[in-house]
């Protein structure tokens, strides 16, 4: 099987995940690939990623791990298992990578939750929303290079209504501008239609709630795998987005969320919270 010339950063997690099974082991690549019957540098291609892995092998080597937890070996099997190009692949040479990673998280997330303090989440940003906020992108865009990420952005929304969406918002975010007034309260209105679909949920933070800000004021998605093990931790940095998966982190930011989301508004009161704003804007 030839070396993939793109690793997306699910297959980097697939192979990551059985380096961590192997450590656990004690064994070393040379020792796994010794007990596999193959040749040391394919277990280190599989886990860099960078070639696949069958389930009947997958399963073996779980077994030379001494992994006896099931459930994450069968989610590691549907992970490996995954064929044929997602619908993102058809914009890999018109936005960036990063783009790609992030549209394939949501794709094949159980549920996922995101706090935003400076944003309209990308999900439920309308599309003058969109063009207002890549207009002021440094460095500049041209009118092409926006109007993709518009149309991929676009795209990306189909998945709200599937599966569970939890978005808490700051109102920071809520009240900066991409544009101008009517764009403004176009998105918010947007936002109290969108909150309105099966199973998406919007809740808000505002200014006046006390004991926020020793709490994160990154942007953090968290997307549910099929396991718990398998869930990623997606946060928002000046030089891309970094993605986050030991049980360590895990356990930091399921954290972080839980408190943001005991102090932030429940549903109703956010929808006239929001509804309140979109009149005074």
Same mark, same amino acid.
């Given at each position: 099987?030839?070396?993939?010339? !793109?690793?997306?950063?699910?297959?980097? =997690?697939? #192979?990551?995940?059985?380096?961590? *099974? &192997?450590?656990? $082991? +004690?064994?070393? %690549?040379?020792?796994?690939?010794?007990?596999?019957?193959?040749?040391?540098?394919? !277990?280190?291609?599989?886990?860099?990623? =960078?070639? #696949?892995?069958?389930?009947?092998? *997958? &399963?073996?080597? $779980? +077994?030379?791990? %001494?992994?006896?937890?099931?459930?994450?070996?069968?989610?590691?099997?549907?992970?490996?298992?995954?064929?044929?190009?997602?619908?993102?692949?058809?914009?890999?040479?018109?936005?960036?990578?990063?783009?790609?990673?992030? %549209?394939?998280?949501?794709?094949?997330?159980?549920?996922?939750?995101?706090?935003?303090?400076?944003?309209?989440?990308?999900?439920?940003?309308?599309?003058?929303?969109?063009?207002?906020?890549?207009?002021?992108?440094?460095?500049?865009?041209?009118?092409?290079?926006?109007?993709?990420?518009?149309?991929?952005?676009?795209?990306?929304?189909?998945?709200?209504?599937?599966?569970?969406?939890?978005?808490?918002?700051?109102?920071?975010?809520?009240?900066?501008?991409?544009?101008?007034?009517?764009?403004?309260?176009?998105?918010?209105?947007?936002?109290?239609?969108?909150?309105?679909?099966?199973?998406?949920?919007?809740?808000?933070?505002?200014?006046?709630?006390?004991?926020?800000?020793?709490?994160?004021?990154?942007?953090?998605?968290?997307?549910?795998?099929?396991?718990?093990?398998?869930?990623?931790?997606?946060?928002?940095?000046?030089?891309?987005?970094?993605?986050?998966?030991?049980?360590?982190?895990?356990?930091?930011?399921?954290?972080?969320?839980?408190?943001?989301?005991?102090?932030?508004?429940?549903?109703?009161?956010?929808?006239?919270?929001?509804?309140?704003?979109?009149?005074?804007?």
């Amino acid at each position: 099987m030839p070396a993939r010339s !793109i690793v997306t950063k699910r297959q980097q =997690r697939l #192979g990551a995940e059985l380096r961590k *099974l &192997r450590e656990r $082991a +004690g064994l070393t %690549a040379r020792e796994a690939a010794q007990a596999a019957g193959i040749a040391e540098s394919k !277990i280190s291609m599989t886990e860099a990623g =960078r070639v #696949g892995v069958s389930a009947e092998r *997958l &399963r073996h080597l $779980a +077994g030379q791990y %001494a992994c006896d937890d099931a459930e994450f070996v069968e989610a590691l099997v549907a992970m490996a298992s995954e064929r044929g190009r997602g619908w993102w692949e058809e914009y890999r040479e018109a936005v960036p990578a990063g783009y790609m990673n992030v %549209a394939e998280l949501e794709h094949h997330a159980a549920e996922f939750r995101t706090y935003q303090t400076v944003h309209i989440p990308g999900l439920l940003q309308t599309e003058d929303q969109m063009r207002g906020t890549f207009a002021s992108s440094v460095p500049s865009l041209s009118e092409e290079q926006r109007e993709a990420r518009v149309r991929f952005r676009l795209r990306r929304q189909e998945v709200l209504g599937k599966l569970p969406y939890e978005a808490v918002i700051h109102e920071a975010a809520l009240r900066i501008r991409a544009a101008d007034s009517k764009v403004a309260r176009g998105q918010l209105l947007h936002i109290l239609e969108r909150s309105e679909l099966p199973q998406v949920t919007v809740r808000v933070v505002p200014f006046d709630v006390d004991g926020v800000a020793g709490i994160s004021t990154t942007p953090v998605v968290y997307a549910n795998g099929p396991v718990p093990q398998l869930d990623t931790v997606l946060v928002d940095t000046a030089h891309g987005g970094a993605y986050l998966d030991a049980e360590a982190q895990l356990n930091r930011y399921r954290a972080v969320l839980g408190t943001i989301e005991e102090v932030a508004l429940g549903v109703v009161e956010s929808r006239d919270f929001i509804h309140r704003l979109a009149q005074q804007t």
